[in-house]
T-cell receptor, first 114, second 113 residues
Framework: NAGVTQTPKFQVLKTGQSMTLQCAQD?????MSWYRQDPGMGLRLIHY???????DQGEVPNGYNVSRSTTEDFPLRLLSAAPSQTSVYFC?????????????FGPGTRLTVT | GENVEQHPSTLSVQEGDSAVIKCTYS??????FPWYKQELGKRPQLIID?????GEKKDQRIAVTLNKTAKHFSLHITETQPEDSAVYFC????????????FGPGTSLSVIP
């Protein structure tokens, strides 16, 4: 299993550009989430999904869109990049079964908006 | 709204001493409380977790306690080693039919040899 994969690892955008951060998992997990992590800060939830076709907003959803057309993929779209979106973005997938729960993080995408 | 607070923000201990990090959460519907360790430039890694029906859990040098009434939980690391130096995050998961995990701001732990 590759676990949770994210592409690209690094990206530089100009203000106003749009792009999609890719996230995929091969563990057949129901749940997937996107977080951003700013220097010296914790992870803030952007959007999350409890299954294909179902998404919801987290703590900081403005400026981002998501969709979940398959169980495996959960792309994050930046509609019009702003310098305030410079951050490290982590995707995570998780499962729950019989009272157990575990969340796995991808390696992250470092995004710089100039 | 949902919120997780974490203290202290930085912690420095001598090798062999204990370290304690405390978190509080706001939403009483929270039912699962993981702790993550993040080394510089790497992804968060789960180190221990506790569920709302358990008061304490231990795994070798690491233990976590939960007080549901007071809505706070703590991480205890005993016999600290230099490799324990990292940023530690607490988190709280809300609900069971949806998957919303809110993180605390993190504690930077330094273990001095």
């Amino acid at each position: 299993n590759a676990g949770v994969t994210q592409t690209p690892k690094f990206q530089v955008l100009k203000t106003g550009q749009s792009m999609t951060l890719q996230c995929a998992q091969d563990m057949n997990h129901e749940y997937m989430s996107w977080y951003r992590q700013d220097p010296g800060m914790g992870l803030r939830l952007i959007h999350y999904s409890v299954g294909a076709g179902i998404t919801d907003q987290g703590e900081v959803p403005n400026g981002y869109n998501v969709s979940r057309s398959t169980t495996e993929d959960f792309p994050l779209r930046l509609l019009s990049a702003a310098p305030s979106q410079t951050s490290v973005y982590f995707c995570a997938s998780s499962y729950t079964s019989g009272g157990l729960y575990e969340q796995y993080f991808g390696p992250g995408t470092r995004l710089t908006v100039t | 709204g949902e919120n997780v607070e974490q203290h202290p923000s930085t912690l420095s201990v001598q090798e062999g001493d204990s370290a304690v990090i405390k978190c509080t959460y706001s939403d009483s519907a929270s039912n699962y409380f993981p702790w993550y360790k993040q080394e510089l430039g790497k992804r968060p890694q789960l180190i221990i977790d506790i569920r709302s029906n358990v008061g304490e859990k231990k795994d070798q040098r690491i233990a976590v306690t939960l007080n549901k009434t007071a809505k706070h939980f703590s991480l205890h690391i005993t016999e600290t080693q230099p490799e324990d130096s990292a940023v530690y995050f607490c988190a709280a998961r809300l609900g069971t039919s949806y998957d919303k995990v809110i993180f605390g701001p993190g504690t930077s732990l330094s273990v001095i040899p």
